[in-house]
């Protein structure tokens, strides 16, 4: 079974810019969570889709977004770039239906760099 | 809410020697604990859970943890390590209650096995 994949892998965008991340779940997985991860932060909960439905929320700023498709693939969207957003954005699947024990599956990340 | 501390940011070891990542966490509500390696340039990989039942849990690659209650202690040992198993290492948990992929994870710690 392949993995959870992610693309692109690295990027660079400038401030002031938007970017679209893109993550395709493990055949079957209907919940997709994103992950920043950050020397500073460490790894922060974005948000979590589930049948193309927003489940769950991090506490990032309206800039952040995401969208999850019928074939559960996502997207996140961050507009306005600001250089902290800096950071390698990892996404997870998992089926979705454990109640927190469902083990997430996570993809190898795209690096993000904002000039 | 809930929080994660690993104990420790980095641990160096040598080669064959045991060695023991520290986990402790806050929360007022009943919590599954989960432990995750990452490698240079890839994403995360689960190396235990525990969710319920006996406290000792073994995982993959000779890691073991023990939930203590009493303490709020999640501890990740391996009895002789190998080189390969240099990594960084997270500690994480979710709420046991309601429909959730939000994973809230510890600072992380780095293991560095020394030949």
């Known amino acids: 079974k392949a993995g959870v994949t992610q693309t692109p892998r690295y990027l660079i965008k400038t401030r002031g810019q938007q970017v679209t991340l893109s993550c395709s779940p493990i055949?079957?997985?209907?919940?997709v969570s994103w992950y920043q991860q950050t020397p500073g932060q460490g790894l922060q909960f974005l948000f979590e889709?589930?049948?193309?439905?927003?489940?769950n929320k991090g506490n990032f700023p309206g800039r952040f977004s995401g969208r999850q498709f019928s074939n559960s693939r996502s997207e996140m969207n961050v507009s306005t770039l600001e250089l902290g957003d800096s950071a390698l954005y990892l996404c997870?699947?998992?089926?979705?239906?454990?109640?927190?024990?469902?083990?997430?599956?996570f993809g190898p990340g795209t690096r993000l760099t904002v000039l | 809410a809930q929080s994660v501390t690993q104990l420790d940011s980095q641990v160096p070891v040598f080669e064959e020697a045991p060695v023991e990542l520290r986990c402790n966490y806050s929360?007022?509500?009943?919590?599954?604990l989960f432990w995750y390696v990452q490698y240079p340039n890839q994403g995360l990989q689960l190396l235990l859970k525990?969710?319920?039942?006996?406290?000792l849990v073994k995982g993959i690659n000779g890691f073991e943890a023990e939930f203590n209650k009493s303490q709020t202690s999640f501890h990740l040992r391996k009895p002789s390590v190998h080189i390969s198993d240099t990594a960084e290492y997270f500690c994480?948990?979710?709420?046991?209650?309601?429909?959730?992929?939000?994973?809230?994870f510890g600072q992380g710690t780095t293991l560095q096995v020394k030949p």
């Open positions: 997870a699947s998992s089926l979705g239906v454990g109640r927190g024990t469902d083990t997430q599956y």
């Open positions: 055949s079957g997985h209907r919940s």
């Open positions: 889709y589930f049948s193309e439905t927003q489940r």
């Open positions: 929360s007022s509500v009943s919590v599954y």
């Open positions: 525990y969710l319920s039942g006996s406290t």
């Open positions: 994480a948990v979710t709420l046991s209650e309601g429909n959730t992929g939000k994973l809230i």
